[in-house]
């Protein structure tokens, strides 16, 4: 053992130690005091107060679910509604046998066999007086006959509750969503006591994105109840000293979207059996006039709940009627982008007005026998660029590819929005892809990372590698009819206070202009544009015919996959699954546009005859001609 | 009779001691200790019987662990206190290991980092708990006290990195307490009262400070402290049951397993971190008072131990491990009586759960190693 320093006084060292002893002894005496006291307060002073709310009455706080804001389209027209209906539920601390309860529900078929282990687990985990929802919605006949049985399920009693209801179903499924059953992982996400006595949250769309807004807040009355649980009125004691007050829950707030009913009715019903999807945007302000995709699906069946059968027939259905082709589809834009590669071919110089080419159905890069084929085989002779937005020559804009460059190309389609999310306002949107030199070098491993030529030329006519969605097209469409000014789609409008009937408005977001060198090479893009619907030699003069007012579009077909080398192309052979994707995007009026669209049908075959006529009953419908208004 | 002890060994005669208390003497066990121990497990283990449901087999568990962290303080009371001191900075430094393993690859439960799996799994901070106040008492061991200026930053920095790793797992609860054992020993060690003052006029600004460090759900607890009312179906549901059950048991209690809000589950965390409300409405004020005045004893024994210590090593320690008993005791019944924030601190010795069991048993073994070797050192 080591010798201690000299410096150490043993004794004064015992004497500082007990004096700190003593000090924190009687601190930690004075505490202890402190808890003794409250000990006191709370078992003899107030006893007599807590006992009774323990023992005689016990009273318990009840939620009060607000009601969920509605929403309507730009008209005022209700897209999604409460409406009352009758739900069973159980109070576990009231039934006497759980296991004999559940079984005979299970006999009268209110509930199904499989699923009373799940309940039982639920009546036992929760707290003993809080509901356990059996079954969302009874039918009339259902009610009838569980009344009869009443006094036999003691616990047991159907509730009336407000059920969201979508009366136009389908035709808006994809734009506003639906709500669906409060699962554990949504509890979590959203705050357990926020939620208290709800039992449906938003899902997907606008229900899910303005959840916060839509759900408004939880109020909660104090119940009083004697030892079987049963409520007596509250004034009958008077326990309310230590009671929190009753609070009356804050409806949520009604939103108001951009969308017009009657745009969503008839792109529904112009693709119906097909697949594909509809976006209008207003140019002059990113609201979103129309959001349709098609096969949809009932979003009621989500707010009643369904069984595993239908669940699964939605969900394992290969025409994949959940899937949001509108925002999540990425199509390969095909010809519709040729607009935008005309602003970028003139701004860069790759060529002017005067220029022309000889197209003879097919084009081939120097020193190579590769055919890149026109869609014309026969070839549309000599074109300058508005002959070649016109009719769509491929050729031309093959020829000046390599001197636009994939760069350019990329830098002029980003400021359009390609190959970035939109921004709107619901949830899922897919990037889409505009490649480029930078991007090729990032994404591939080492041999295939070098550009090669023959890629920027297919990609001069939007096939490649690139990619964009049905409401990418449709906001690029609106940022040629604006001519630069761009704006971020959105879906909601307004929101409004129910109580207050306060309105917020939600004010387009403005995004940066697309400024050009030149501003005169919109007048080409648009012109070129115009006439596709309304020139002699037009791709689509048949969609733009007989109209009343001056229009603008562009047709695109996207090959799903490439025809061999003089191979001949017949649709009557190949697969339906295999045929080109139809695509379309159009803006009207000419001067001063109102809607831009973008259209897409699956495996449509051709832009101009599939996608170009249900573009053309958007415009007349929403410019107020009638879906026929010109016929 | 624990005066009477050195006498006896010297004398090295047995006759006034029974053969009990020889066997105990032989194998380093305090009885008081012994005994005041015993007595608040098994007034625990009766209580929880019936905050379990009268679940035997959930009961028995806890019998399992309490009989491990028995055995635990005795291999402990084995160990001499200069065996334990040589240790002490290799201990410590494990522990600062296993913090930044559990930071970096530990098991994610809850949100949290708490965990670590090396063949058992366990919780590193739990090392801390003993290993923080050891580490201080090393220090000041052989240096003059009270302890000058730049030693106490020293001491600071020892225990500022644990503390912080802790919370950074984040386990604010376990941070304060650990920060807390290993102050006692510096405030022990004779710091000066002008330095406490300084101290507590800086925690206005420090109060602060935490308030910005701390999760939403932790700011959530004290707002509901404040108001419960404020959020009567979320975090003040606990505290407003809570209240009800201990009020509501008034002087005598409503009887052991009869306690209307324990067993029909209004009082929530009833067998873990809220028991103390099932022994205030199931056996009342006396009940409560009784098992404080068991708290109380055990501390006091622990106290007199460490002022019975023959060098700084053991008295710093033995001092830091009693009132940091007293600090788990205080803090949980305040919580629970609704005085404190809810912050996730068992009641000792009697809350279900075995982890933070095995460490005060060990504390309590360090304790009786120190009492029973004391005449082994010399001087």
Partial sequence: MRLLAPIKDHHSERRLFVARVAMTSSMAILLLGVVVARLVQLQVINYELFAEQSQGNRYRIEAVPPTRGLIYDRKGRVLAENLPAYQLEMIPEQVADLD???????????????????????????????????????????????????????????????????????????????????????????????????????????????????????????????????????????????????????????????????????????????????????????????????????????????????????????????????????????????????????????????????????????????????????????????????????????????????????????????????????????????????????????????????????????????????????????????????????????????????????????????????????????????????????????????????????????????????????????????????????????????????????????????????????????????????? | MARSEPQLLESGKAAPLSDLGRIMRRLNIDGPLLGGLLLICGLGLVVLYSAVGENMRLWLSQVVRLGIALLGMFIVAQMPPDFLRRWTPWGFLAGLVLLVLVLTTGEVSQGARRWLDVGIRFQPSEIMKLAVPMMAAWYLHERPLPPRFGQLMVLFALIVLPTVLIARQPDLGTALLVAASGLIVIVLAGLPIRFMLTLAVLSVPGAYGLWQFMEDYQKQRVLTLIDPTSDPLGAGYNIIQSKIAIGSGGLFGKGWTNGSQAQLKYLPERETDFIFAVIGEELGLLGVLSLLCLYLFVIGRGLYIAMQAPDTFSRLLAGSISLTFFIYVFVNTAMVSGLLPVVGVPLPLVSFGGTSMVTLMAGFGILMSIHSHRKLLPH
């Fill in chain 1, 100 to 631: 004999d309860t559940l079984l005979r529900l299970a006999a009268m078929q209110l509930i199904a066999t499989e699923d009373i282990d799940n309940f039982k687990e639920l009546a036992r985990s929760g707290p003993r007086f809080k509901p356990v929802t059996l079954k969302l919605r009874l039918t009339d006949e259902e009610i009838a006959n569980f009344a009869i049985q009443r006094p036999r399920f003691q616990g047991v009693d159907f509730q009336p509750r407000l059920i969201r209801h979508y009366p136009h179903g389908p035709a808006v499924a994809h734009a506003v969503g639906y709500v669906g059953a409060l699962s554990k992982e949504d509890l979590q996400r959203l705050g357990g006591s926020a939620y208290a006595g709800t039992a449906h949250t938003g899902k997907t769309g606008i229900e899910s994105r303005y959840e916060e807004q839509l759900h408004g807040e939880v109020g909660y009355d104090n119940v009083v109840t004697n030892a079987l649980g049963r409520q007596v009125p509250s004034d009958s004691r008077d326990l309310t000293e230590a009671l929190p007050a009753n609070q009356a829950p804050a409806p949520g707030d009604d939103l108001y979207l951009s969308l017009d009913l009657d745009l969503q009715l008839v792109a529904s019903k112009a693709l119906e059996n097909k697949r594909g999807a509809v976006v209008a945007i207003d140019p002059w302000s990113g609201e979103i006039l129309a959001l349709v995709s098609t096969p949809s699906f009932d979003p009621n069946l989500f707010a009643v709940g369904m069984n595993t059968a239908q669940y699964a027939e939605l969900q394992d259905n290969l025409t994949r009627p959940l899937f949001n082709r509108a925002i999540r589809g990425a199509y390969p834009p095909g010809s519709t982008i040729k607009p935008m590669l005309a602003l970028a071919a003139l701004e860069s110089g790759a060529t002017n007005l005067q220029h022309t080419t000889l197209c003879r159905g097919y084009f081939t890069l120097p020193n190579s026998t590769h055919r890149y084929r026109d869609w014309r085989p026969e070839g549309h002779g000599r074109v300058d660029l508005l002959e070649a937005l016109t009719q769509s020559c491929d050729v031309y804009f093959y020829e000046i590819s390599n001197d636009i460059g994939i760069d350019n190309m990329h830098r002029y389609l980003d400021m359009f929005g390609l190959g970035h999310a939109t921004g709107i306002d619901i949830s899922g949107e897919h990037e889409g892809l505009v490649p480029s030199t930078e991007w090729k070098q990032r994404t591939f491993s080492d041999y295939d990372r070098k550009w090669y030529p023959g890629e920027t030329v297919i990609a001069s006519i939007g096939q490649g590698y690139m990619l964009a969605t049905p409401l990418q097209l449709a906001s690029a469409i609106a940022t040629v009819a604006t001519r630069g000014t761009r704006y971020q789609p959105h879906l909601v409008a307004a929101s409004e206070n129910t109580l207050t009937g306060e309105r917020t408005m939600y004010p387009p977001l403005k995004l940066a202009d697309i400024r050009l060198n030149d501003e005169q090479s919109w007048d080409v893009a648009i012109e070129g544009m115009h006439a596709v619907m309304q020139g002699a030699r037009g791709t689509a003069r048949a969609a733009g015919a007989n109209a009343k007012y001056e229009m603008a579009g562009k047709s695109g077909t996207a090959q799903v996959f490439s025809v061999a080398q003089d191979e001949e192309y017949d649709e009557e052979l190949i697969d339906e699954l295999l045929r080109d994707h139809a695509l379309f995007v159009a803006f009207a009026p000419l001067e001063n546009p109102r809607i831009a669209v973008a259209v897409i049908v699956e495996n449509g075959s051709s832009g101009s005859r599939v996608a170009a006529p249900i573009a053309r009953q958007l415009m007349d419908t929403y410019l107020g001609y009638g879906v026929h208004g010109t016929q």
